[in-house]
């Protein structure tokens, strides 16, 4: 659906307006809209205006748009983004594409740098970001493999560094690995010299080899706290297991780190609370939430240009087909991450 009703002239159009997906209430994906919304302005807060290239989904974003599949994850998002309905419609975070503008006072970008991050309303042809939460593109890396990185990346950056705190030759096990934060968590848990072991489907195993991992498992055909096997750090994104399965498999001073917002993991965190115990032993039980920086962005920045992570994509819709993108993270199964991009008329050859 998009709504327009009143015409103009190409360029005064271009210079006013910019297409964005947005709800207007908490939906489904099918309910979605596409509009035109006035093309925002950089400020004192939000000081960089970004022709957006590219975007990818999250599972927050999902949630954004839904206000959560129940009552606990519902509360917090809608305390957050509106009782109600949303305070803002529109939706998404993740983005990578070219500064436009900036207030006077941005001081690190300037009109023309690529740049990659998070803002508000990222499924739209334009967003304004503050500068603490981009940091210039990989020069080796397109905008839609930039865009696939922020969120997902610096979760798994800051799950397995300042969480686990991992160290060079440790077991390190990462349930999940073949999603969007489980394929960032393989490379980076590589880059630190760790011994890693990956969880995933059948379908994934050879794409997590490639990806680095020195051992696979496929939990369609094995129970892997079950096989023997012993770790000093599991990055959880499944939360398939319960915390005496995960105890089992431990080391002593070993570090159990859970990832992410899917209603299991969120049963899995109260389980935690209840067992907060659990953490006075030698084992060390953490759930977090990340923190977009622009410091993390350098580091995720670095390491693409080095070639220790190569972003991992398994689909691509245009911004008109971000309804269909939203299902398809809906029913699962992704490998690796889902990428929206925009198509800019003005970037077309003549």
Known sequence: MIDSTVPMQKDEKSSTLM?????????????????ELVKPA???????????????VNPADRYEMTGGPNLLLRIVVTLRSGLRKPKDPRIGSDIAGRVEAVSSSVTQFKPGDEVFGVCIGAYAEYGVAKETKIALK????????????PIAGITALQALRDHGHIQHGQRVLINGAGGGVGTFAVQI??????????VTSTQN????????????????????????????LIVDIAATHSISDYKRIMNTNAS???VGMKDKILRRLLSFI?????SKGDKKFVFFVAKTNHEDFVVLKDLMEAGRIIPVIDRRYSLGETAQAMRYLVEGGALGKIVITMDHEDDRPD
Do not use: C
């Open 256 to 258: 159990f780190v859970l």
């Open 42 to 56: 950089p400020d004192d807060v939000r000081g960089v205006l970004v022709k957006i290239h590219a975007s990818s």
């Open 189 to 198: 848990a590589k880059s630190f010299g760790a011994e890693v072991t990956a």
């Open 205 to 232: 195993l050879d794409m997590v080899r490639k990806l680095g991992a020195d051992h696979v498992v496929d939990y369609t055909k094995e129970d892997f706290t079950r096989n023997g096997q012993r770790y000093d």
């Open 138 to 149: 990989p020069k080796n890396r397109s905008f839609e493999e930039a865009a696939s990185v």
């Open 274 to 278: 209840v067992r907060s115990k659990l």
């Open 19 to 35: 297409t964005a997906v947005v709800r207007e209430r908490y939906v489904a994906p099918e309910v979605l809209q596409i509009k």
